[in-house]
């Protein structure tokens, strides 16, 4: 009997084509060996996080067995597990996120780990409101680390890069507030603009902002990542080609940050943080903040200054500290960071 003939199998290829295809991004636990790999790249394996300047931070806090803390920031739960280890099971540790998806992700992960909530208590909620995370319980230590996880930045579905289209979102929490796409239409050009520049200082938000408006008057949407991107390129297209590119890039990602700002308020969330960071930690308690761009740092910079002058701090940092050049290799993504602390009087 003559066997039927079959096609092969065409050859696909060793390299996922999708968000969703990617191990790394469904269960980095279980690819160890290949996210190690990847991290001695230096390249951060999509799907994870991996702490920032963990050694100054712990050397900042002065963390002791039976002390009491606080995580504004909890993310993938990096700097949290390295602060439950050098509570060796004694005292216990607060941690806030607005993230429903990643937070219950973290505490699954922590747990497994040995971090049940008898040493570990995450709630969800926004860090500006730290004096109701634990009422009546004064802080040894404070961490908030500012930068967006990397889990949040490498899913599409977020809508927080550019590099792969997805919906325009940016939400840090996605079940409320306003999406990046809607938001756009309820600003004027001016208002574009200032926002550009206010926080990223965008030296082309004029004309981006000039694009976005003639694009809705046109009758076009920007709802997905790569129509504003394609915005962004189009507003640009008057400069050199030789430059072009470059600058495209980096306008996109300043329109980004400037975007996620706005739509999570996340300069109003920082001030109010701030604000009541004194209130909440011991005499003596110490607190350490990452800051990724130079609003964040103007504000904390400013905080801590007027609460020194106040008396409410002791001492603060009078300059940042900055990740080494080994660790920004290992991971590109802790370039920007600054560290500043302060110690409550």
């Not at 968000?19 to 636990?29: A, C, F, G, M, S």
């Not at 937070?103 to 995450?122: D, F, H, W």
């Not at 504003?228 to 300043?254: H, M, N, T, W, Y």
Request: neutral net charge; proline residues 5%; aromatic residues 8%.
């Amino acid at each position: 009997m003559e066997q039927k003939h079959q096609r092969r199998v065409r050859y696909k290829g060793t390299h996922p084509r999708s968000y969703r295809e990617k191990y790394k991004e469904l269960d980095p636990e279980r690819y160890q060996a290949e996210v190690e790999k990847i991290i001695q790249s230096g390249k951060t394996p999509a799907g994870m996080h991996i702490p920032i300047m963990v050694p100054e931070i712990l050397q900042v806090l002065e963390i002791r067995p039976g002390q009491i803390g606080y995580d504004a920031t909890l993310g993938y739960g990096g700097h949290t597990q390295r602060m439950l280890e050098q509570l060796q099971g004694q005292g216990h540790l607060y941690a806030t996120d607005v993230d429903p998806i990643e937070s219950e992700k973290t505490r699954r992960r922590l747990e497994a780990a040995g971090y049940g909530p008898e040493l570990l208590t995450i709630r969800r909620m926004n860090f500006s409101r730290l004096d109701q995370v634990a009422p009546g319980i004064r802080f040894d230590f404070v961490l908030a680390d500012l930068g967006v996880s990397s889990m949040q930045i490498d899913n599409p579905e977020r809508g927080f890069t550019f590099k792969h289209d997805g919906p325009l979102d940016l939400r840090l929490d996605p079940t409320s507030g306003t999406p990046a796409s809607k938001r756009l239409r309820e600003l004027e050009e001016s208002e574009l603009s200032a926002m550009l520049t206010e926080n990223a200082d965008e030296p082309y938000a004029d004309q981006i902002a000039n694009a976005i408006i003639q694009t809705f008057r046109h009758g076009e949407a920007i709802e997905t990542t790569r129509q504003l991107a394609a915005v962004i390129e189009k507003a640009l297209s008057f400069l050199p080609a030789g430059e072009r590119k470059d600058a495209v890039k980096k306008s996109c990602q300043r329109t980004f940050q400037a975007l996620r700002i706005d739509v999570n308020s996340e300069f109003e969330v920082l001030y109010d943080f701030l604000e009541k960071l004194p209130g909440v930690l011991k005499s003596g308690g110490r607190a350490a903040i990452l800051t990724f761009h130079s609003g964040e740092d103007r504000l904390v910079k400013k905080a801590f200054k007027q609460h020194l002058r106040e008396g409410l701090y002791s001492e603060i940092s009078e300059e940042v500290t900055r990740p080494s050049a080994e660790e920004c290799f290992r991971n590109p993504r802790a370039r920007s960071t600054k560290l500043r602390w302060a110690v409550r009087a």
